[in-house]
């Protein structure tokens, strides 16, 4: 008597993530696009933000760590973020530290951070730095006037970082401006899409999320 007819197994094969980078100047409206695509892919999407990787200032008083330049690639740890971005790429989950930006150190807790299909690598420099870059599948950069992202800083570090005005006038002169031209504009050159004035531009949105709808 013939045996049922049972089917091969099929080895199950790891979907590979897709990998977004979204780089930009500080106020361009980065959050505002990465936030769209967590909303847009529920369950689907997770986002790596760049200002969690700022190395820790704990050793320096708290005069000297607001003299730093938190701008510049040195004051990221790129290595620890190369690594956790590989890790979601692998299908791991891992725990990400927590930057606390009114002490400059990193608060004693991480989040335990979960892989999905799409991966959102969110930072001003996130484009700056070929490591980063290499890991991408998809580049974009946010382009926005330098007096509305200006404006934007001010009204965000004034109501969620502590800051004065003359400290946020200072670091914007100092640092931010200088460290923009510097490493943040000439990044624009290597991304596959530039969105002007940021999550107010629907068309551009609409047409990444498309792209993205149909990958995932």
Do not use: W
Not at 53 to 76: A, C, I, Q, T
Not at 101 to 119: E, N, Y
Not at 133 to 147: I, L, M, Q
Not at 194 to 199: F, N
């Amino acid at each position: 008597m013939q045996g049922p007819n049972i089917a091969p197994v099929v080895p199950l094969v790891p979907l590979v993530p897709l990998v977004i980078g979204i780089a930009g100047g500080s106020g361009s409206g980065k959050s505002t696009i990465a936030q769209a695509i967590l909303e847009a892919l529920p369950d689907r999407a997770v986002l790596l933000e760049q200002d969690h990787y700022y190395r820790s200032m704990s050793h320096l008083s708290f005069e000297e760590r607001g003299k730093v330049n938190y701008d510049h690639p040195d004051s990221l740890e790129l290595d620890l973020f190369c690594a956790h971005v590989d890790e979601l790429r692998g299908g791991r989950p891992f725990e990400r530290p927590t930057y606390d930006f009114a002490s400059h150190s990193r608060a004693p807790q991480g989040v335990l951070i979960a892989p999905a299909p799409v991966i959102v690598v969110e930072g001003i420099l996130v484009l700056a730095d070929e490591r980063l870059r290499s890991r991408f599948d998809v580049k974009v950069f946010v382009d926005t006037d330098a007096d509305i992202r200006l404006m934007r800083r001010i009204r965000r570090d004034l109501e969620h970082r502590g800051r004065t005005f003359a400290q946020v006038r200072k670091q914007y002169y100092e640092s931010v401006r200088p460290m923009h031209l510097a490493f943040v504009e000439p990044s624009k050159r290597f991304a596959d899409i530039i969105i002007p004035e940021g999550g107010q531009n629907r068309v551009a949105l609409d047409l990444i999320l498309s792209h993205l709808r149909t990958r995932v």
